[in-house]
């Protein structure tokens, strides 16, 4: 039976936000420079008649999103942001109501594939991957999340319950072929944690690019009162996690990163590192070789290492890689992999034993996957998008109310602080690194807790309205 509390779309509004990075951020084979932000307006009604707006953003990362080194970055976002328009048409002519659970689901599912491959046949470049167009359609599905939460007066993460939804996780999730469980009769509120934590540990992102001391200087580095080297940014945000950005394809530059990196994290009291790869790796041999020249000959960093993720390409069903032998060693995270919960049901049947969680992949499926994925013991983290301005925020509640294994990757700060100034004058502990955590304790209220009426930001005119 519907419920006074389900919405309808009314209206939408999409604008662009440009970003410009205050240093190049080197991961796997591409650099990024810049970066547009797509900032959504949803508009909706619930079964009350009562009305209120809700906002959700996200940068639209093509290096991350699309990789493709053989067309141009500015190629690949004009495209992202024309099919971000098409999309805006999509989400108003959406005619399913009630939680934006259940509409984000049905989107997902029927909606944005078709919307998908009519772009891909109109846009005239190469097709546009599963992932892009994911980023592209999370802030609509994230300001609808932010635009129930204010229409009903609640903060979405207390409406994953039964009060709330029209369904069970029964509805949209299955187990595992090994497993015996059923989620009939389960809700999300049943595998996030609430109340959450106001503090969250950050882990310090440090990219191809970045420096690992003073002799690397150029003289071409910003003097705008940041930190440039690695060292003393550790100090300056009492870093605790550091992760590490490599190539996948020059396996002695990668070893020779990991060691140079612990070493410095050792002296300056950095307790854990990761390896991040970004989806180039070929073989499981390449990261096994590493791993285990490194517990050979720099056993405390091996130890250092909480886990590995992402070395192998997007599309797990494409390349279904056996990495029992990886995750022997380590934890083994899925992140662009995980599109959503029937790929990391794949992933954990390959021998990935955990989930990197993004809100860039909607809001609606990382729900989906944490639920999934804590269901079936698989452990949880949250990665960044480099994620400035309103973005942070569902970001930074994500980790909160996931119960990760330790934090989560925040690293606006590093590439673009300046960029979130009016955000962190609401929020200052959201965008700040003290102590080696964010303090979200200000994010209250209703929808995500955004208090956007205090936020003064002034946005250029809308690139699209319905």
């Keep these: 039976m519907p419920k006074q509390t389900d919405i309808k779309i ?65 190629t690949r976002e004009a495209a992202m942001k024309d099919f971000c328009v098409q999309l805006g048409k999509a989400w108003i002519t959406c005619d399913t109501s009630g939680h934006p659970l259940e509409i984000g689901h049905t989107f997902q599912e029927t909606i944005l594939p078709k919307e998908l491959s009519v772009f891909n046949q109109t846009s005239g470049t190469d097709p546009m991957p599963q992932l892009a167009a994911l980023v592209c359609s999370s802030a609509f599905d994230l300001a609808l999340h932010d635009a129930y939460g204010m ?39 049943d595998y996030i944690v609430n109340p959450r934590p106001d503090h969250l540990p950050a882990w310090h992102a440090v990219g191809g690019n970045d420096l690992l001391d003073d002799t690397e200087r150029t003289g071409s580095e910003p003097d705008d009162n940041y930190p440039v080297v690695l060292p003393d940014w550790i100090k300056e945000d009492g870093l605790t996690c550091l992760k590490i950005k490599l190539t996948g394809q020059e396996p002695g530059w990668d070893y020779d990163r990991i060691v140079n990196i612990g070493k410095i994290g050792i002296e300056h009291g950095v307790q854990w590192l990761c390896t991040d790869f970004n989806c180039t790796v070929q073989t499981v041999d390449y990261v096994n070789d590493i ?32 990495v029992h032998s990886i995750s022997s060693q380590k934890p083994l995270f899925m992140d662009e992999s995980a599109h959503d919960w029937r790929i990391v049901r794949l992933g954990r049947k390959l021998g990935w034993t955990g989930v990197a969680l993004k809100t860039c992949k909607t809001q609606t499926g990382a729900i989906l996957s944490l639920c999934w994925a804590r269901a079936h013991g698989m452990s949880l983290m949250v990665q960044d998008l480099t994620n400035p301005m309103l973005a942070q925020i569902p970001h930074v509640l994500l980790t909160a109310h996931a119960g ?4 989560m990757e925040t690293n606006a700060m590093q590439f673009y602080p ?31 807790g955004y208090q956007l009426e205090q936020v003064k930001r002034d946005l250029p005119e809308p690139a699209a309205t319905y």
């Design 151 to 189: 229409v009903n007066n609640v903060n979405i993460y207390d409406t994953y319950t039964s009060e709330y939804l029209n369904h069970d996780l029964g509805y949209y999730l299955e187990s595992a072929d090994d497993v015996d469980f059923s989620f009939d009769g389960k809700y999300p509120a």
């Design 404 to 407: 990760t294994i330790m934090g």
């Design 291 to 322: 791993l285990d020249r490194l517990i050979k000959d720099h056993p405390r960093i091996y130890q250092m290492i909480l886990y590995v993720e992402q070395p192998f390409a997007h599309e797990l069903e494409a390349n279904p890689l056996d």
């Design 10 to 74: 009314r209206g939408v509004k999409i604008y662009f936000l440009p970003v410009q990075t205050r240093m190049p951020y080197r991961f796997g084979t591409e650099q990024l420079d810049s970066v547009t932000c797509v900032r959504v307006q949803v508009d909706v009604e619930n079964a009350q008649g009562n009305t209120a707006s809700g906002w959700g953003e996200t940068p639209l990362s093509a290096p991350w999103a699309w990789p493709a080194a053989h067309l141009t970055y500015a």
């Design 418 to 448: 300046d960029a979130s100034l009016p955000e962190a004058a609401v929020h200052p502990g959201v965008y700040r690194r003290q102590n080696g955590q964010l303090d979200i304790s200000t994010l209250k209220g209703p929808g995500f």
